[in-house]
């Protein structure tokens, strides 16, 4: 196995998208097939992430799950649609429980062990450009835990259609800096 090889196996996705075989899917796919090796993908559409309550530190559903992924991994690469102008809603419920990992005290070690780790962030959509300031809690969450923010990465879907091969360009462009 390669270098870069072992450094793609030690990534994980967390894909927040409602559709599986979407362009966010898409750019996912494409990003994967360039790593080399196919990273780990949490695809939250299909995990159940109770929201967070303060006082209840639920580990009935796949959080836990999605957080071992990551610190398993060098690289996080956090990928969702752009919905309104800011993350899906599968995403920001899963960053919403990252408060789990601040308030449970036998959980502050699990958060504090994040540090280190490269955070990327993929967005899909329609607009010309990422939405001004999207990406801002991917990097302060990043920032909170210790992690390394890295950057954003937009591909762009003209009128909704499928991702054209052009626009997969970024999620290559990804695969390439995660790799390098």
Not at 10 to 35: C, E, F, I, P, Y
Not at 61 to 85: G, K
Not at 103 to 126: N, Q, V
Request: proline content about 5%; charged content about 25%.
């Amino acid at each position: 196995m390669s270098i870069a090889e072992k450094r793609a196996n030690r990534t994980t996705v967390v894909m927040g998208s409602a559709r599986g075989d979407g362009n966010t899917a898409a750019a996912v796919l494409h990003l994967s097939q360039k790593l080399g090796m196919p990273p780990s993908v949490a695809d939250l559409s299909r995990l159940r992430i109770f929201p967070f309550e303060y006082g209840r530190h639920d580990d009935r559903d796949d959080f836990r799950a999605v957080i071992e992924m990551m610190l398993e991994s060098d690289h996080v690469v956090f990928a969702t649609p752009v919905y309104w102008y800011s993350m899906s809603s599968p995403m920001k419920a899963f960053f919403d429980r990252l408060t789990d990992l601040l308030f449970d005290p036998a959980s502050r070690k699990i958060g504090r062990a994040l540090a280190g780790r490269s955070i990327w962030l993929l967005a899909t959509g329609t607009d010309e450009d990422l939405p001004s300031g999207f990406q801002e809690p991917f990097a302060r969450t990043a920032m909170y835990f210790g992690m390394i923010w890295r950057e954003a990465i937009y591909c762009q879907s003209i009128k909704g259609l499928a991702l054209t091969p052009e626009a997969l360009t970024g999620a290559e462009r990804l695969a390439k800096l995660i790799v390098a």
